[in-house]
């Protein structure tokens, strides 16, 4: 399993590589500072950071310039006279790619998918998704479409770095004209915007925006362990401290982890607490060192995590991981909030059979991560696309998908009312909170650097060798963040 992982890691770099005709050298995405701000508009962190992200660039500028294809969509006309959509759609197949393939993440494309057949019944949905969370499996396949010119009508995409290297890679359309059609502008927070933007053209549409430094946990687990549910540990020595009382409860793995892209998610997590916002932000744009001893504290941190945990193999999928905590197995899991459409699922009761928390140690920091949705270059039915995309930018579209999904909607119009206590908690904290981004859902690292931090992490899991993890990660930031 693990090499097969491995393998599918290195081949999407190698192939991006190819495509960037370059040593996969490309720029990242620098996380936001730390922007707290007004409701809506802090989006994916405010700031000078956020919006460099999606900045300039030569390569940059190549990919958007280039291509007749993309001059269509770049260039032209007036508001709504090309992107107004014709009545019932465009007809024709569209071809959807995502990693939403099973379980509960499906049940939030399935959501999605109603309200484009309702719109536009002349198009057909063709769900292309391939399983595998955090696209495990979906971005080497895509990676290789791709390259063979054989793309989908629409792939899901990270807002932030990743996304810059399909720009880059002049895989994707503009759309500046259908946000122009459809007043996207104007709902979608400018931070979050910025980071779909080159070169002054937008290219993808936001589905949702995930959180990733949350701990879900087990009320009765922690309860029978003598620990309040309602109050986290304030660290991550804390959290330790919980974790010992758990396994005194008889309880021998105290925390569910599961495969690669999990360990790197819950690594990202405490080199937040360990370093705080600010210099968890700098390792992005080389202003935190990745040889920085606060550096070694977290990785020493995160090995002792490690000894509460299960044993994995690289391929486990994040649902094994929640479904040991509601089945009592673990009393913890760090995963993004799509974790609970699992719950849900299970017919867990909020605040009953489980609880949720930001990672202790960065109580009022939010680790963000966004999907969103893409025209790419050579797409069979471009129009039918543009239909798909107007269901994800519309209101009722991401009501109907973060509902179902765990996120929150990336529009700032969509009242939290009718969302469950989960959601209405986390758009209160997005609000409010410091942003920072993603390692492993590309927010702060394109893909290339992913899969050497995945690497990194996936031989630490055999080796438990701090010093040898903190040299990878030290290559790993060299070879791959901007110059
Ligand atoms: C993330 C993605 C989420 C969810 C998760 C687990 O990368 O952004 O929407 O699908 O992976 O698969």
Redesign the pocket.
């Known amino acids: 399993m693990r090499r097969t992982l491995l393998i599918a890691s290195l081949a999407v770099a190698s192939m991006l590589a190819a495509a960037c005709g370059s040593s996969g050298s490309a720029s990242t995405t620098p996380a936001p500072t730390s922007g707290t701000s007004a409701a809506g508009t802090s989006a994916a962190g405010s700031s000078a950071a956020g919006t460099s992200a999606a900045g300039s660039s030569a390569a940059g500028s190549s990919a958007a310039g280039s291509s007749a294809a993309g001059s269509s969509a770049a260039g032209s006309s007036a508001a709504g006279t090309s992107d107004a959509g014709k009545p019932g759609g465009a007809g024709g197949d569209v071809g959807v790619f995502t990693?939403?393939a099973d379980g509960s993440?499906k049940q939030g494309l399935d959501a999605l998918v109603k309200i484009f057949g309702e719109n536009y019944p002349n198009d057909k949905f063709v769900n292309l998704a391939v399983a595998?969370?955090?696209?495990s499996n979906a971005k080497a396949k895509l990676a290789s479409d791709l390259q063979a010119g054989n793309p989908p009508d629409s792939f899901?995409g990270?807002a932030g770095a990743e996304l810059t290297d399909y720009i880059k890679n002049g895989q994707i359309e503009p759309l500046d004209d259908l946000y122009k059609a459809e007043g996207w502008d104007a709902v979608f927070p400018k931070d979050l915007l910025s980071r779909l933007t080159m070169d002054g053209h937008i290219y993808s549409v936001p589905s949702?925006i995930?959180r990733a430094n949350v701990v879900w946990a087990n009320n009765a687990v922690l309860t029978k362990a003598g620990l309040d549910p309602k109050a986290p540990a304030k660290d991550i020595k804390g959290w330790i401290a919980d974790m010992d009382k758990i396994k005194a409860s008889g309880v021998s793995t105290p925390l569910a982890i599961a495969g690669t892209w999990t360990q790197v998610e819950l690594l990202e997590t405490v080199l937040i607490s360990d370093l705080g916002a600010d210099g968890y932000n700098g390792l992005f744009d080389g202003k935190t060192k990745w040889d920085d001893a606060k550096v070694t504290t977290a990785l020493n941190d995160y090995k002792t995590l490690l000894t509460y945990a299960n044993t994995t193999a690289d391929g486990d999928d994040?649902p094994g991981a929640i479904d040991a905590v509601i089945d009592g197995k673990s009393a913890y899991n760090v995963m993004?909030d799509?974790a609970v459409a699992e719950f849900n699922s299970k017919n867990q009761k909020d605040g009953v059979d489980y609880s949720y928390f930001a990672v202790p140690g960065q109580d009022g920091v939010y680790d963000f991560?966004?999907?969103s949705f893409t025209l790419p270059k050579g797409a069979k039915n471009p129009e039918g696309t543009k239909d798909w995309l107007r269901t994800i930018g519309s209101a009722e579209g991401q009501k109907a998908f973060n509902l179902a999904?765990g996120?929150i909607p990336a529009r700032t119009d969509v009242a939290s009312d009718g969302f469950p206590p989960y959601q209405q908690w986390a758009m209160d904290q997005f609000k409010k909170d410091t942003i920072v981004s993603s390692i492993?859902?590309?927010a702060a690292v394109n893909l290339s650097w992913n899969t050497d931090i995945s690497n990194a992490v996936s031989q630490f899991y055999g080796s438990r060798d701090v010093a040898g993890l903190q040299t990878a990660l030290v290559q790993a930031a060299q070879s791959n963040m901007a110059g």
């Open positions: 990693w939403w993440e595998g969370g955090a696209g899901q990270h949702n995930h994040w993004g799509w991560l966004a999907d999904k996120s492993a859902h590309g």
